[in-house]
């Protein structure tokens, strides 16, 4: 006769502009008090625009939501991006940590840094109330995946950006991937940091650019200019 948990999920979901109110769910029992307004245990589920998710407060386990994987199915995967608030606790599996991913929205708990998306960090909002902001990144020459290293992985960020396959959309990676600093990210660019990267020259250099960069026979050159 308990109602204890207002949506269960299994599939894919969209919770977009919604109120999903658990205020007057029943516990799953007098010792343990648990209650999921939305119970996700498999699929995809997108919390978005101005949806707002309350538990139960009466008792240490009313959850708002879950991110928790259920027997043989397959680990669910928890995009929140609100505006709304999500009021009441959240409950992860620690083998799956880092399926949440909050990138929006105004708790009633602290943000874990594995439940914040990729580029956010764990921030407080005013007494009592939680999200995420974006992490700040410092402008890196080279550093066109912005994870604080100059490497191969930024190369192939930036020949992918330069062959079109995924065009680079950050600001900083932007900054970052024009070694060249001729306002544009092209295969010059490319050329140069593949020299980088591959030991051939030891610093960006300062008259480095599109002069220095000579096609032939389809391959690509460089020369120190002076």
Not at 35 to 50: H, K, Q
Not at 119 to 136: A, D, F, Q, R, S
Not at 146 to 165: C, E, N, S, W
Request: proline fraction near 2%; charge should be negative.
């Amino acid at each position: 006769d308990k109602f204890y948990i207002l949506v269960q999920n299994y599939a894919d979901l969209t919770v977009e502009d919604m109120t999903l109110d658990g205020t007057n769910l029943d516990k799953w029992s007098t010792t343990d008090g648990d209650s999921y307004t939305l119970s996700n245990n498999s699929g995809t589920v997108n919390i978005t625009g101005n949806t707002t998710i309350i538990a139960n407060d009466d008792g240490d386990k009313a959850f708002a939501f879950d991110v928790c994987k259920y027997q043989n199915y397959d680990a669910p995967v928890v995009n929140v991006n609100t505006t709304g608030k999500i009021s009441g606790k959240i409950e992860v599996s620690a083998e799956i940590s880092t399926n949440l991913n909050i990138s929006g929205g105004t708790f009633t708990v602290e943000i874990e840094d594995d439940w914040c998306a990729e580029g956010y960090v764990p921030t407080t909002i005013g007494e009592g109330l939680y999200g995420v902001m974006e992490k700040t990144v410092t402008p890196m020459k080279g550093d066109v995946d912005l994870d604080g290293d100059v490497d191969a992985y930024d190369l192939t960020a930036l020949a992918r950006h330069v062959g079109g396959i995924e065009p680079l959309t950050k600001p900083v990676a932007l900054k970052n991937a024009d070694v060249d600093e001729d306002s544009d990210v092209d295969a010059y660019d490319l050329t140069i940091h593949a020299r980088y990267v591959g030991g051939i020259i030891l610093d960006w250099g300062e008259g480095l650019g599109k002069e220095a960069v000579a096609g032939i026979n389809g391959t690509v050159y460089m020369t120190l200019a002076e």
